[in-house]
């Protein structure tokens, strides 16, 4: 069983519109959250963290952390074309040196 | 652009041969991450380093890969004899020794195995 859950796996927004994804993890262990963006034929790159119970904005970005659920989740507001991309849920633990575990991606698509 | 540079960005190999892949981490970043990143999007860690030492490592990792992150030259991941199924995208990652630090991807070596 993946121990970070994605959903939707896929998305459609009109543009200007706002997309929303999910994320659960199912261990406790994780206690830091980051969402990541990947678009075709680059690396994941870090759109936000987020470690403590509550909202978190970063421009049209919010993401909201519930620790007593482990869930998680993204909303992206005024949506571009630009954002068009796959967006992964990732978290680890409280150890520096442990690596991330991803959950399966959310294809984001943005229409004019 | 990113901070962490991966080279080559293809790299195209047959069954049994050798495949290396170098990365050279952000500056400061003491942690190295290596994943793979298969054609259904998922991820598998591979091997991590602190400064030169290895920390973590699957076993896939420990039988058929060898890895290194030596000073002052970049890391190297190197499949010692490549199969169908190592075709994916191969991802570095650095981090600062913190526990809230990003971790910074690069753009990938992409491996075909033929």
């Known amino acids: 069983q993946q121990k970070v859950q994605q959903s939707p796996e896929s998305l459609s927004v009109p543009e200007g519109g706002m997309a929303s994804l999910n994320c659960t993890s199912s261990?406790?262990?994780?206690?830091y959250f980051w969402w990541y963006r990947q678009h075709s034929g680059e690396g994941p790159k870090a759109l936000m963290s987020i470690f403590s119970d509550g909202d978190k904005k970063e421009g049209r970005f919010t993401a909201h952390l519930n620790k007593a659920s482990l869930h998680v989740s993204l909303h992206i507001r005024d949506s571009q074309p630009s954002d068009s991309a796959l967006y992964f849920c990732a978290a680890s633990e409280c150890n520096y040196a442990q690596g991330l575990t991803f959950g399966l991606g959310t294809r984001v698509s943005v229409f004019p | 652009n990113s901070k962490v540079i991966q080279t080559p960005r293809y790299l195209v190999k047959g069954q049994g041969q050798k495949a290396k892949m170098r990365c050279i981490p952000e500056?400061?970043?003491?942690?190295v991450f290596w994943y793979q990143q298969n054609k259904n999007n998922e991820f598998k860690f591979l091997i991590n380093f602190q400064n030169q030492e290895v920390l973590q490592q699957i076993d896939m990792t420990e039988k058929r890969f060898s890895a290194e992150c030596p000073s002052n030259s970049p890391c190297s991941l190197e499949i010692q004899s490549s199969e169908a199924g190592d075709s994916a995208l191969y991802l570095c990652?650095?981090?600062?020794?913190?526990?809230?630090?990003?971790?910074?991807f690069g753009s990938g070596t992409r491996l075909l195995v033929i």
């Open positions: 990652a650095s981090r600062l020794g913190k526990t809230n630090s990003d971790y910074t």
């Open positions: 261990d406790r262990n994780f206690q």
């Open positions: 500056k400061g970043h003491p942690v």
